[in-house]
Every structure is written in C-alpha cells, then in structure tokens.
C-alpha cells in the first residue's frame, strides 16, 4: 500500500493514464531529469490512446490527491493550536485526546464566564447611569 501512496504522490500513476512515462528519476520541479517519452495515438486494438476514460481519470486523481494534501495541511495547522492551547496549560503530551478537549473547554467556559462577569458589570453601570439620567430629568423637569 505504502507504493500506491508513494505512486499518487509523485503522480507516476496518472502519468501513465495519460501515456506518459519519465525518462530517469524526476526532478524536485515535478520533471524527469531526460524528459518525457509519450505514447499516445493509434493503439493495436484500434483505440486511441489515452481514451478519455483514462484522462478524466487522471484528473480526477489529481484533483482528489490535491485535496488531500489540502486537508493534511488543515489537520498540521489544527494539530499546532491544539498542542499550543494545551502547551499554555502546561500539558506537554495527552494519552486520551478526551483530556485534551476537556483542558481546552473548560478554558473555554473559563473565558466565557469572565466575559459573562464582564457584561454584567456593563449592565450594572448602565442601570445606574439610567437611573440617574431619569433623576435628571425629573429635576429639570420640575424646576423648568
């Protein structure tokens, strides 16, 4: 299995769905160091090659392994929160991912009862200030 990865990775495999087979190693820019031999056109049978069969097939193999490297950045970037937000609890490594979502919520809820406290502190000085705007007008109101 790990040959099949290995070959959708360096796209070995959809280069032969589109007739294209690299002449030496390929290079870090995606290119083999003595380029390409190409076999596309008449087939013994009678078909051409590559049928379109198997260059929407290629493409699609693209477009599915691009989306996984898309995902396994998400998943290496979502990995260095988490191991951030537990690192600031001094908690350098978890056998039970569970304990980890526990650190991070109860962080959560920590943070949403200081904002609660906070807001309601926000409400207190806005009554008071109320009260006291309706006692001045009262008094203007009377003596005007």
């Not at 959809?14 to 390409?36: A, S, V």
């Not at 008449?42 to 069969?53: D, F, I, S």
């Not at 978890?94 to 949403?112: H, N, S, T």
Request: charged content about 25%; glycine content about 8%.
């Amino acid at each position: 299995m790990t040959s099949d990865i290995h070959n959708l990775r360096d796209g070995t495999i959809t280069h032969r769905l589109r007739c294209k087979y690299p002449l030496g190693p390929i290079m870090q820019d995606g290119e083999p160091e003595f380029g390409w031999r190409c076999f596309n056109g008449p087939a013994p049978e009678g078909m051409v090659l590559p049928t379109p069969l198997m260059l929407e097939a290629a493409n699609n193999i693209d477009a599915l392994t691009a989306e996984v490297t898309r995902q396994n950045a998400r998943f290496d970037i979502l990995a260095l929160s988490v191991a951030s937000a537990l690192g600031r609890h001094g908690v350098t490594s978890v056998d039970d991912p569970g304990e980890a979502i526990d650190v991070l919520v109860a962080e959560k809820d920590q943070k949403i009862a200081q904002l609660r406290e906070a807001l309601a502190g926000v409400v207190r000085v806005a009554d008071r200030k109320t009260v006291e705007f309706d006692a001045a007008r009262a008094a203007l109101s009377t003596t005007g």
